[in-house]
């Protein structure tokens, strides 16, 4: 059973997770780049996702959930307030910071679990006096596709997380530009950052629906907070010169 489990996962389900993680990200994409005024990026990304698809999953939204209060003002309003080139690399920053803090906390969830996992494991053995032939075929084996979906779901948290370092550095630095005057172009800049976002969402791991609704009110509490502290930044800048 393990091993057809882990076939399985090899020859159709992880094609199936990313072709839909692809799907989800341009829908994404053709969101933010409509609300941020961001030319679609056609080498990239390749074609917008169509109506029809975009109302396929809306639908499917609109069974699950009745209220759309979730849907309204995830980038803060706050943003309003500065002008609209500006807002768009504070409004990816948001994005950046949002996925970066959710995927590290879940990865520190799926090592400990791993963890206890390993050390239950080792406990059986001991504790049925397995030989070691005996522990590998009767507990190591059946647990194999569980085991090594832990280590692959870690690893490519990992990945994220270093990315999203990387990124949210290259941000930083165009931000502490704006402040300084700099002559930068936004427009080239929120494009580029835009690809890294896209890439991101593209190949990262998923995210329990179950732990996003949890940890969704502290984190947009936190990213709000953050947008009203830079958008403060922006105008102070402003006034002083």
């Known amino acids: 059973y393990g091993s057809i489990i882990a076939i399985f996962d090899v020859s159709f389900w992880s094609s199936l997770i990313k072709e839909k993680k692809e799907k989800a990200a341009k829908i994404q994409e053709l969101f933010d780049t409509f609300v941020l005024n961001i030319k679609w990026n056609d080498i990239l990304v390749g074609d917008k996702p169509t109506n029809e698809t975009v109302h396929r999953y809306s639908e499917k939204y ?54 206890i996992t390993s050390l239950l494991i080792i406990c059986i053995g001991f504790i049925k006096g397995f030989t070691l032939q005996n522990f590998f075929l009767l507990v190591v084996f059946p647990l194999l596709p569980a085991i090594i979906l832990l280590f692959k779901t870690i690893s490519e948290n990992s990945a994220s997380i270093n990315y999203l370092d990387e990124l949210r550095s290259k941000i930083e630095s165009i931000w502490e530009k704006l402040l300084s005057d700099s002559n930068i172009d936004i427009e080239l800049s929120a494009r580029e950052i835009q690809d890294k976002i896209f890439l991101n969402r593209k190949n990262s791991p998923l995210i329990f629906d179950w732990y996003y609704n949890k940890k969704r009110n502290q984190l947009e509490s936190e990213m709000h907070f953050s947008v009203e502290q830079l958008v403060q930044e922006y105008k102070n800048r402003k006034i002083n010169t």
């Open 62 to 115: 609109k069974k699950k959930y009745i209220d759309f209060s979730g849907l309204e003002n995830w980038y803060s309003p706050k943003i309003c307030e500065i002008e609209s080139d500006v807002a768009k690399i504070i409004c990816q920053r948001s994005n950046c910071t949002y996925d970066h803090t959710i995927r590290s906390s879940f990865s520190n969830i799926i090592l400990t679990i791993m963890i």
